[in-house]
């Protein structure tokens, strides 16, 4: 069974609807679980948000938190995932964002993604976040970083139901 199918079935089981906020990954994450056969009744939205513009637009990402943090931050892409879920029905939210490569940008090396799993837990909200790095070509690191979001999601949602927050 691949990662996205594994997902589609975690997501049914546990009847969670998800929304996504990607930057480097472009759609790809939606994408992998679109494939999936059935995978439309636990997919809602899918925001592809490259410029900073786009990230406060839309998802409402502080200029402050670009401006402290950079557009790679950990910070970043928790804004991403609750600017998310502000907007959509959605009980999840994946957010990515980073540099695919080939340069590294503001002593970011290439292949750094920052990653943000928000969840609805009831009246609270639980959001988790890394950073990773992934080797490769762009096309290498944007699939590795998608494959990564998924495999994560259930991890973060069992401790969110074990009331994390951070």
Partial sequence: MSVAASIVEY?????????????CTAGKII???????????????G???????AKQRL???RPYTIE???????EVAQEMAQGALRDSPAD????TTGLLGPDGM???PPGTVCFAWAYRNGGALSVFSRKERFMGSREQVQL????HALKWLPHFHQRALAGERA
Wanted: glycine share 6%.
């Fill in 47 to 53: 925001y592809v948000v490259y410029s900073p513009e």
């Fill in 68 to 74: 402290t943090f950079n557009l790679t931050s950990r």
């Fill in 11 to 23: 997501l049914k089981h546990h009847q969670l609807v998800i929304t996504t906020a990607e930057s």
């Fill in 144 to 147: 590795a970083a998608s494959l």
């Fill in 92 to 95: 999840v939210a994946v957010a």
């Fill in 31 to 45: 994408t992998l679980l679109s494939q999936v056969d059935g995978s439309g009744s636990w997919i809602e939205s």
């Fill in 59 to 61: 998802l409402n990402v």
């Fill in 106 to 108: 503001d002593g970011i």
